[in-house]
């Protein structure tokens, strides 16, 4: 099929990305028909084939088959692939098609056409490289881009890490750890103070739980112009995190599930529907996969949230209640000692683990220069340095001096104040660090829910795994509930544990990871402020590992430079 050459340059590509989306966005709350309301999304590449993404909302409410087509140009005068998929109730009006049969390592162009002729956006996606050997000098081993989100609670500012990004032409694939979505109701998280103007408006206003719910509000966050144009752009592969279902999920329920909120599985089941209907991801049982990069990496993707983890512990309340040399507290510390290092305790589970470990050995076995390691939360510690509590100003509440005054004392014994992340599953954690460590392997770990941005370099056995934690697109960090100078707190925790090697704990913004045979680096794009709708990066912070027979060596000096902008 040849259809009539539309030529687009780079700059009406963006601007077609960008407006027509926002077009959409301001119809979505009248609920319109007849429409593609939400956009297009490309995701879950490989070196064949993409998954491709759209919502269309037909007159009557019910199902309607679109056509999609694939093609090596912005024009279409070159199809590589076209198909039918339908979109129905069934799905909130969600169409996903795989479109196979594509070249390797190449850009395409995508759009879906209504019944009556009417076009979506046009978007492009990249395949992947080929896993096999290539013929000449590039070998599948040339150098990939991968831009790295996390947690982007809509409340709290704008989509400024999604324009920037959207705005890029050097990134291969997009990935995103999880909190795409948030579950609170207006006015709690954030409350009014915290919300800046034009982020004045939730749908539903309610804590999201039934199906229903899921659907409303992921179509509220997709209805942000920053964020259609990210997914019109690149293609994204994703695991969630645990506010697309709760906060602190976890196996069995979550923190934020109450009992008079209904069964946790009923909850469960729901978040999960609405996230395969709106994320652009191909279907599955399972959330964790592995993906060939080429010859050069494999990107191995994990669920530390909902199908394996144990609940999340505690810090007992004597000590933060009972005198430190009281037997009272003695106990408490002894108790909360055996459940963080409970062999028993699993963040993984034991068929994930067996996974990974067969993963991790079959990207080595096949060559592959490094093993990606994506995930949802830090394995490095945050312990909180003795020093803070005398840095609080005079008028810090006496609940905040306290638990800095109280904190140190539990990490003097080894143990974390952050169970939600791995250090909350000691045991759990020594088998994942000890399996990324394996001779011949070269991991690198990329962790987000933090909100804040971190690097480590983690010694096992004499060898090295590096740890990369991407900042909030937008969720709060450190910096809101620490009134102390963000630089003089960044400077402290480095001191207070000696694998970690830098982090930021001021700004929001994403990360890139680049991979080359010779070395892995990352660049965190930071934004002085989510207040205000800026594309525009403050500031941009580099550090580079190389791997060698000890693993993953990371080059202690950070490279920060000004951004003069959008990349």
Known sequence: MQTTPLPVSRRQFFRTALIAPLASACAVGSNARGRFSHGVASGDPDAQSLLLWTRYLPDDGGSVTLDWQVAADAGFSKLLASGKVEASAARDHCAKAVAGGLPADSLVYYRFRAPDGQMSVTGRGRTLPSPGPLPGPQSGERAMTLAVFACANIGFGYFNAYAHAAARDDIDLLLHLGDYIYEHNFGVYPNAAQRPP????????????????????????????????????????????????????????????????????VRRDAARQAYYEWLPIRDADLLYRQVKLGQLADLILLDTRLIGRDRQVSAPRELYNAAPDSAEYARAMQRYRQQLHDPARQMLGPAQEAWLDAALAQSAARGARWQIVAQQVLVGDRPTPPQLAGMLPPEASAALRLGLERRPLIAAQGLTTQPDSWPGYMAART???????????????????????????????????????????????????????????????????????????????YMSLTVSRETARATWHLFDSIRRRDAKASTESSLTA??????????????????????
């Open 198 to 265: 034009g982020r004045d408006a939730l749908d539903p206003p309610h804590e999201i739980i039934a199906l229903a719910d899921y659907r409303r509000r992921y179509a509220f966050y997709r209805a942000d112009p920053d964020l259609q144009a990210l997914h019109a752009r690149h293609a994204m592969m994703a695991i969630w995190d645990d506010h697309e279902f709760a906060n602190d999920t976890w196996m069995h329920g979550a923190q934020n599930h109450q009992a008079n909120e209904g069964p946790w599985e």
């Open 546 to 567: 190389g791997a060698d027979a000890r693993g993953v060596m990371l080059n202690s000096k950070v490279v920060a430079v000004q951004s003069s902008g959008l990349i």
């Open 431 to 509: 088998r994942f660090l000890g399996s990324l460590a394996r001779p011949g392997q070269h991991a690198v770990l990329l962790a987000g829910d933090t909100h804040n941005a971190w690097a480590y370099d983690h010694k096992v056995q004499g060898r090295h795994v590096a740890e990369f934690g991407t900042p909030g697109v937008c969720s709060p960090g450190l910096e809101t509930s620490i009134p102390i100078a963000p630089a003089a707190v960044a400077a402290a925790m480095r001191g207070a544990n000696p694998d970690m090697v830098w982090c930021d704990t001021a700004h929001r913004g």
